[in-house]
Structures are given as C-alpha cells and as structure tokens.
C-alpha cells in the first residue's frame, strides 16, 4: 500500500504512543512511565477539551481499592483509615499526576492510572462513606499523540507530518 514511512528520534524509532483524549495539553512521558522522551513533551491540545466525555468520574469501593492496591503489591503497608491513603499529591499544571503516597509507597500516577483503570492520568481524588471518587480529564495515559486532536487538526487542513511534528516535536524526523 504504497510508501512506508518511520518517525526517528537520532537515527532509531520513536516510541510513538497515542491516546484518545489529552487534558487540553499532552502528558510528558516520565509522569507515566518513568521515563523522558524528549520527544513525548508537553503538547497543546486545546481541542480536546470541547469532547462530549473530556470530563468523568471513576468511582470505587474502599473494599474494590484495597483488593486492587494488594493485587499490584502484595506488601503494600496501606494505612488502616482509608481517608489517610492518597496524601501529598504532586500534579503538574495541566492536572496530570506526578506522583501521590499511599502510606509509605510513592506511586507515579501512571501507576495509580494502570492499578485502578483511571480513565486518565490527569485526575483528583476524594474519599466519603467508604467510597473512592476519583474526578478525570481526557482519556488514556495522555501521552504523545492525541487522537481527537489530530484529528480536528486534519479537519482544519494540517498535513500529516504536520500534526505528527505538533505531537511529537521538531526534533524527530519523518521519513
């Protein structure tokens, strides 16, 4: 099906990840995964926000959290009052979590997006009558490219390359 293209960062391919809706601005990559890409930096993404579903709640049991935290780590030490779990959350200024506590463990907020199926990892956390709400922007781990996005930029006439430089930088090339 005709030309076959690659994006590179300094001669090797990109981890080139995508997501379906940012919080208005793309999720660096070393909040998700622990590690920096210069390539998977900040991006706006202003159209994102106009989604239908930009904004949802998950919500779950103390019971469903605590099975879900022992199930990624068996030796937790999860605190006894499940009002004192996520303390000293570190998010970044477009609501994407850096890291939150939960007793002595520090969790990336990739993590706690992996462990409790967050929509998004740009997300808040509340506690009330033994259930966890947990308030979300955009959808999936809203790093790289944004599929909503991209797609609005096609609707207004970008070029494909165009819209992959926005996501992904000058830096790489697309070849």
Same mark, same amino acid.
């Given at each position: 099906?005709?030309?076959?293209?690659?994006? !590179?960062?300094? +001669? *090797?391919?990109?981890?080139?990840?995508?997501? /379906?809706?940012?919080? &208005?601005?793309?999720?660096? %990559?070393?909040?998700?995964?622990?590690?920096?890409?210069?390539?998977?930096?900040?991006?706006?993404?202003?159209?994102?926000?106009?989604?239908?579903?930009?904004?949802?709640?998950?919500?779950?049991?103390?019971?469903?959290?605590?099975?879900?935290?022992?199930?990624?780590?068996?030796?937790?030490?999860?605190?006894?009052?499940?009002?004192?779990?996520? !303390?000293?959350? +570190? *998010?970044?200024?477009?609501?994407?979590?850096? /890291?939150?506590?939960? &007793?002595?463990?520090?969790? %990336?907020?990739?993590?706690?997006?992996?462990?409790?199926?967050?929509?998004?990892?740009?997300?808040?956390?509340?506690?009330?009558?033994?259930?966890?709400?947990?308030?979300?922007?955009?959808?999936?781990?809203?790093?790289?490219?944004?599929?909503?996005?991209?797609?609005?930029?096609?609707?207004?006439?970008?070029?494909?390359?165009?819209?992959?430089?926005?996501?992904?930088?000058?830096?790489?090339?697309?070849?």
């Amino acid at each position: 099906y005709g030309r076959k293209h690659i994006i !590179t960062y300094e +001669n *090797a391919p990109i981890y080139a990840v995508y997501h /379906s809706l940012s919080a &208005g601005r793309t999720c660096p %990559s070393q909040y998700v995964w622990g590690s920096a890409y210069p390539y998977l930096t900040a991006a706006d993404s202003p159209w994102d926000t106009g989604y239908l579903n930009f904004e949802c709640t998950n919500e779950m049991t103390s019971a469903e959290a605590w099975a879900k935290l022992l199930a990624y780590d068996r030796n937790m030490d999860i605190p006894v009052d499940c009002a004192k779990w996520f !303390t000293d959350m +570190n *998010a970044n200024e477009d609501g994407y979590v850096i /890291s939150v506590n939960i &007793g002595k463990n520090t969790l %990336s907020g990739g993590d706690i997006w992996r462990i409790f199926g967050l929509r998004s990892t740009a997300f808040a956390v509340s506690y009330e009558d033994g259930i966890f709400t947990f308030p979300t922007k955009g959808l999936g781990h809203c790093s790289g490219l944004s599929q909503y996005g991209a797609n609005e930029l096609a609707k207004s006439g970008a070029s494909a390359e165009k819209i992959l430089h926005h996501y992904y930088g000058d830096t790489v090339n697309i070849g």
